[in-house]
């Protein structure tokens, strides 16, 4: 489950839906969506209703209109919690 799951996303724009259920994470680029909804149901003990993916891919990195590198690609899972589920540790402060 370590190797699935790399790190929450706790930013101002994916705070904004934890009231309703909706919880965003960078997940391994291999990882699919039941192997993402047992890691999250075994580490928090919450019950998932749905997963969504979105892949962000690799980018080119340009220094002086040349090009210098490449950024990595990642993926990142939404997750859907059933009702009345919650994180602890999501809390808007």
Do not use: C
Request: charged share 30%.
């Amino acid at each position: 489950m370590s190797q699935i799951l790399i790190k929450p996303i706790i930013t101002e724009k994916a705070l904004l839906n934890v009231s309703s259920g909706h919880y965003v994470f960078k997940v391994a680029s291999s990882a699919n969506k039941p192997q993402i909804a047992r890691a999250i149901a075994d580490l928090y003990h919450v019950k998932v209703e749905k997963v969504n993916i979105i892949r962000h891919h690799e980018e080119k990195i340009l220094v002086k209109n040349r090009f210098a590198g490449k950024k990595r690609g990642w993926k990142k899972a939404m997750i859907t919690l059933k009702k009345g589920q919650k994180i602890s540790g999501f809390e808007e402060k």
